[in-house]
């Protein structure tokens, strides 16, 4: 099945604990990104991949850092996660080809730093 | 890309053809119209895309305007779990920037 794996689901962690949340796509796809979703902001973009080795900053980078080491995995990694950083995490991947495009979104991360 | 802009929120009665509008008079030749949808706190849901022709497939349909200014986004026969958030996104590059969406509820 075509998916995208985020893990973990949930997560509670205590501040300055660096963490890493896993992304993982099995579509080949070229494209990756991490959003972040807080009540009443949206849906707002911290990093996003073009491919292998190629990332860029979106709206929301600071504190993040990203890795694209293989096309099929996309690592967010919190290095001293603070309060702020509490949010609903969403990877997400697509072809490149703009007839086949269309994010494919993981599940979510709930990260809880306290 | 594009500015989009949504209504904030729309009612559709279950069994009804629910039709969400989207202006985006800013859209330019190479800028596909992309339709997503969000149901609560999960990831959000790829609907459909076009570029200036209509387009349908087994969730919805989208009609795009000849002056590609404005589309609709139509779910034929709306049911309960069609309640979520639809985001409409003009762009004609990754990645995805996501405005606030219409949050549409189908009513029993």
């Known amino acids: 099945e075509a998916q995208v794996t985020q893990n973990p689901r949930y997560l509670i962690t205590v501040t300055g604990k660096k963490l890493t949340v896993t992304c993982s796509q099995n579509m080949n796809h070229e494209y990756m990104s991490w959003y972040r979703q807080d009540p009443g902001l949206g849906l707002r973009q911290i990093y996003y991949s073009m491919n292998v080795e190629v990332t860029d900053k979106g709206d929301v980078p600071e504190g993040y850092k990203v890795s694209r080491k293989e096309k099929r995995n996309f690592p967010l990694i919190l290095e001293s996660p603070s309060p702020n950083q509490t949010s609903l995490y969403f990877c997400?991947?697509?072809?490149?080809?703009?007839?086949?495009?269309?994010?494919?979104f993981g599940s979510g991360t709930r990260l809880t730093v306290v | 890309d594009a500015k989009t802009t949504q209504p904030p929120s729309m009612d559709c009665a279950e069994g009804r053809a629910a039709n969400l509008p989207c202006n985006h008079s800013?859209?330019?030749?190479?800028?596909?119209v992309y339709w997503y949808r969000q149901i609560h706190s999960q990831g959000p849901q790829y609907i459909i895309h076009g570029l200036k022709n209509n387009e349908t497939n087994e969730m919805a349909s989208l009609i795009i305007t000849e002056d590609r200014k404005s589309s609709t986004l139509i779910l034929p026969h709306a049911t309960l779990r069609d309640t979520a958030v639809y985001y409409c996104i003009a762009q004609s590059n990754t990645p995805l920037v996501f405005g606030k969406g219409t949050r549409l509820s189908v009513i029993a």
């Open positions: 997400a991947s697509s072809s490149r080809d703009p007839r086949l495009f269309g994010y494919t």
């Open positions: 800013t859209i330019s030749g190479n800028e596909y």
